[in-house]
C-alpha cells in the first residue's frame, strides 16, 4: 500500500524510444490530489505514451508512475485498483451491450455482482445511457463510446481518472455529460489527468496545465501560472514554436 499523503500521479524521467524517434524524453510531471489537471500538446507531442505508461498500458524504456505512491510497474495490481482508465481509441467487446460491458468489467475487478448490478444502473443513467442499455457497443456513436468508456473507468470507484483525449469527437451534448461527471467527481475528492490539445476547454474545466511538445514538459503549473496574464492558447503557440500558415498563398481562393 502506497502512502496516502502522496500526490495522486508521480511521474519521474519517463522515456520511450521508438526506433530513431524520442516519443517521450525523461518527462516529469507531479498531479497533485484534488486537481483538474489538462497535459496539452500537438498531435504526436508524447501525450497518449506518456499517459499508456503512467497506467502501466506501455512500458517505459526507463523512468517511474507512481500512484499515490504505489509503483505502477512494480504493484501494478494495487496501482490499478486506484486509477480509472479511458485510452484513446478505446478497443472494447463490440458484441457485448453497455449493461453486459459494464457487468463483465466488474466482475473482472472482483466487485460483488449485485454491487456492481447497482453500480452500473446509476452510471447507465447518469451518463443517459439506459435508453441504450440493450444496444450492443458495435453500434454506440463516438459519443456513446466514450461515455461507456467512462463508465467503465468509473465503475470501481478509482481516485485518480486518467483519460486520453476523452472529448475527441463527442456531440456536445455528450461533452456536457462527461464535463459534469468529471467536475463532480474532482468536487468529492477524485483526481483527473486528461490530455486535449483544445485550450479552450482546458481553461474552462483545468486548475493546472502542463504543456508537452517533442516528448517534453515546456511548461506546468497552476492555469494562471502557465498563462501568465494572456490567453493559453497564445502560450501555447509561442512554447511550441509553432507559426500558423494561414496568411500564406492561396490566393486562388479570393474572388
Known amino acids: 500500500m502506497g502512502d496516502q499523503g502522496a500526490s495522486a500521479l508521480k511521474l519521474a ?22 486537481s483538474f489537471y489538462g497535459m496539452v500538446g500537438l498531435n504526436g ?24 505512491g504505489v509503483d505502477v510497474w512494480s504493484d ?13 481509441g478505446m478497443s472494447m ?18 466487485i460483488a455482482p449485485e454491487t456492481v448490478d447497482e453500480r452500473a444502473e446509476e452510471l ?23 461515455k461507456i468508456g467512462l463508465a467503465t473507468a468509473l465503475l470501481h470507484g478509482p481516485r485518480l481518472l486518467v483519460l486520453d483525449e476523452p472529448f475527441e469527437a463527442v ?4 461533452a456536457a455529460t462527461i464535463r459534469t461527471i468529471l467536475e463532480r467527481f474532482v468536487a468529492s475528492g477524485g483526481s483527473v489527468i486528461f490530455s486535449s490539445h483544445v485550450m479552450a476547454l482546458v481553461e ?13 514538459v515546456v511548461a506546468k503549473g497552476t492555469l494562471d501560472e502557465v498563462r501568465e496574464g494572456r490567453n493559453l492558447e497564445d502560450v501555447f503557440v509561442d512554447l511550441v514554436g509553432a507559426r500558423t500558415r494561414g496568411a500564406e498563398g492561396l490566393s486562388w481562393l479570393a474572388s
Open 93 to 110: 467487446p463490440e458484441r457485448l451491450t453497455g449493461r453486459e460491458l459494464l457487468t463483465y468489467t466488474g466482475l473482472l475487478r472482483g
Open 204 to 216: 474552462k474545466l483545468c486548475d493546472r496545465v502542463a504543456v508537452v511538445t517533442k516528448g517534453r
Open 76 to 88: 501494478p495490481v494495487q496501482a490499478k485498483t486506484l486509477v480509472g482508465v479511458l485510452p484513446d
Open 45 to 68: 507531442a508524447g501525450k497518449t505514451t506518456t499517459l499508456s505508461m503512467a497506467v502501466g498500458l506501455l512500458r517505459p524504456d526507463r523512468g517511474t508512475s507512481e500512484i499515490f
Open 171 to 174: 456531440d456536445p451534448v455528450s
Open 13 to 34: 524521467g519517463l522515456r520511450k524510444v521508438y526506433g530513431s524517434k524520442v516519443a517521450v524524453d525523461d518527462l516529469d510531471l507531479v498531479v497533485p490530489q484534488g
Open 124 to 146: 447507465l443513467s447518469v451518463l443517459e445511457l439506459d435508453e441504450a442499455e440493450r444496444t450492443m457497443v458495435v453500434e454506440y456513436s463516438t459519443g456513446m463510446r466514450k
